[in-house]
C-alpha cells in the first residue's frame, strides 16, 4: 500500500467524498484503511457490570483505500504517490511537488 498509518488523505468518493483526515489504521490484506472522522458508525457497547450503562460510541468504518488519496505534507495537495530509491533507501514522493512525503 502507498499510504500508511498517520498520512492525512483526502476522501474521493462516497458519502464523506472531498473530506479528509489522519489514517489511524491500516489493514493491507483487504486494501481498507480506517481514517479518523470519516465513515463513521455508532456502536453500541454494553455494559460491563450489573448498574452500569450502555452507551453508544462513534467509531470510523473501514473504507477502501482507493477511494483516498494522500495529501502531500510539503504542498497540501492531494498527489499520487510516487517512489524515488537512494542510497539503497526507499522514499515516497509526491507526484505534484517531487517533495518527499
Ligand atoms: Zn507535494
Known amino acids: 500500500m502507498r499510504i500508511k498509518k498517520g498520512d492525512t488523505v483526502l476522501i474521493i468518493s ?3 467524498r472531498e473530506k479528509s483526515g489522519k489514517i489511524l ?3 493491507p490484506k483487504e486494501n481498507r484503511i480506517m481514517v479518523e472522522g470519516i465513515n463513521l ?3 453500541h457497547r454494553k455494559p460491563k457490570r450489573s ?3 450502555g452507551q453508544i460510541v ?3 468504518g473501514l473504507i477502501s483505500a482507493s477511494n483516498a488519496k494522500l495529501i502531500c505534507s510539503k ?3 492531494a498527489t499520487r504517490v510516487g517512489y524515488k530509491i537512494a542510497e539503497g533507501k526507499k522514499y515516497r514522493i509526491c507526484k505534484k511537488c517531487g517533495g518527499e512525503i
Request: one cysteine or more.
Open 51 to 53: 448498574g452500569e450503562k
Open 75 to 77: 504542498c497540501g495537495k
Open 58 to 60: 462513534t467509531l470510523p
Open 41 to 43: 458508525r455508532k456502536k
Open 25 to 27: 489504521q491500516v489493514f
Open 14 to 16: 462516497g458519502k464523506d
